[in-house]
């Protein structure tokens, strides 16, 4: 896999060469054709760079039950040495602090904001019985058209009550993975097999779900969307156990059996594509990541403080006036005791004009950004104070729930009004596309095309 350097690319330009960025808010926006040809050559591309040979998957498809089994023991058997290991006083092995699941959460933003899109295209097959498991899981990924379940809902909400949610220049390799399910989304005609093979792939318990979740819990951010996953997943009656039977049921009659898990084995391998979620977990570098963000703030901030305070002879607005003297900035404001490393942050100046009562520059930085400023002044400084667990939403909260009276649904529900299954069916399609199936319309669309199911069958 791809390794980052950083999150972020150049600390004072916004990137301007970013193809995977284009291409993935491409794919996400437009629906022409020229968008779908885009898709169709990046898949083709993509599929290229993933070689040939079957591994990890067994030679025998009959075999893939047995195969989905035995990975998922050995994942539990790693996590249960993982919590025997947390249990006996060790340390969390992904995040430091939670500045670093912050960023965690940030990176993988553009994969997790299209989560299932690869799906997308099998809704055109909803009146073959043999589409059912993949169809049942496209849907419970947009939460049955329930807000409180629906998969890229969960995960905005989550980015935006930590002020996580906005692109800020973001690796372009990041986007990778989310633009090979997008064209996936839009090429399943084409693609089926290479569809089905990267559905087998993702859809398998991984071991840094289950502990990615265990200290999210751990630093006060609620891992509900993980869990989910963990539980939606399952081998027994979940995504992964459908993403074996419609391996196993949908292979077209008129393709040679080897021809099929050749081109099955390099869906699966799209998967390897791009950084991963240990690649970006380990590419995480606290200060690094701090000066960046307050180079990208510098050019907002210059020319816009007093000459009251003078650091080292030169003023606030002198050390913003150029690039790159941000971490001598901050040495100078370490020694003049402003800031004070390895301590409660709230005993640091600096940080009193962040947070707090009154604070001179409240609302200047992000829930990310703070978290960045707190969690360097603290270091290796531990609060007494123990931390509330995180309050997680009972079923009841998560059960059903009414949705806006916006003009988007209204327009859509007048739009059906009248219409027979087959045209509502294709008013709907659209709405439960990657780019709307969680706003409220497409929340109602995913309903009523629940609805409508029981009428193709």
Request: hydrophobic letters at 40%.
């Amino acid at each position: 896999m791809s390794q980052l350097c950083s999150l972020h690319g150049s600390p004072d330009t916004p990137p301007l060469d970013s193809p995977l960025r284009n291409l993935y808010h491409q794919l996400l926006q437009d629906n022409d054709e020229a968008a779908s040809a885009r898709a169709a050559e990046f898949l083709h591309e993509q599929l290229e760079q993933t070689g040939d040979g079957l591994a990890p998957l067994p030679e025998d498809p009959a075999q893939l039950l047995p195969w989905l089994e035995e990975r998922r023991a050995a994942v539990a058997r790693d996590y249960r040495d993982y919590l025997q290991e947390r249990q006996a006083g060790g340390e969390r092995r992904y995040f430091r602090n939670k500045a670093h699941a912050l960023y965690f959460l940030q990176a993988v933003a553009p994969t997790k904001e299209v989560d299932g899109a690869w799906l997308y295209g099998v809704l055109a097959h909803g009146q073959d019985s043999r589409y059912d498991g993949l169809l049942t899981t496209y849907l419970e990924e947009l939460g049955d058209g329930e807000p409180a379940q629906n998969h890229v809902a969960i995960y905005r909400r989550l980015l935006a009550e930590h002020g996580c949610d906005g692109d800020f220049g973001l690796d372009d390799e990041l986007f990778r993975q989310g633009a090979v399910q997008l064209a996936l989304g839009r090429c399943a005609e084409t693609c089926l097999p290479e569809v089905l093979g990267y559905n087998l792939g993702y859809e398998q318990l991984p071991l840094h779900l289950l502990i990615s979740a265990y200290e999210l819990g751990e630093l006060e951010i609620d891992p509900y969307y993980f869990t989910l996953h963990v539980t939606i997943d399952n081998a027994s009656c979940g995504h992964a156990r459908r993403a074996v039977q419609a391996v196993q049921a949908l292979q077209p009659l008129d393709m040679d059996a080897a021809q099929y898990w050749q081109r099955v084995a390099r869906g699966y391998r799209l998967n390897d594509l791009g950084p991963g979620s240990t690649d970006v977990i380990q590419a995480f570098d606290l200060e690094h990541e701090l000066v960046a963000m307050l180079e990208r703030k510098r050019r907002f901030g210059q020319y816009m403080h007093s000459d009251y305070c003078r650091f080292e002879g030169k003023s606030v607005n002198q050390w913003l006036e150029q690039p790159g003297q941000i971490p001598a900035f901050l040495r100078a404001l370490q020694e003049r005791g402003w800031i004070k490393r390895q301590q409660n942050p709230a005993d640091s100046p600096f940080w009193q004009l962040i947070e707090g009562p009154g604070a001179a520059m409240f609302g200047v930085f992000s829930g990310f950004e703070k978290q960045l400023l707190h969690d360097w002044i603290a270091g290796d400084w531990r609060s007494a104070r123990r931390s509330a667990p995180v309050r997680r939403a009972s079923s009841l909260e998560r059960s059903r729930c009414d949705l806006p009276d916006d003009a988007e649904t209204r327009a859509l529900q007048a739009e059906l009004a009248g219409q027979d299954a087959e045209r509502q069916r294709a008013l709907l399609l659209p709405w439960l596309g990657p780019h709307r199936h969680f706003r409220p319309a497409g929340l109602f669309a995913t309903r009523r095309f629940i609805e409508l199911r029981t009428l193709w069958r």
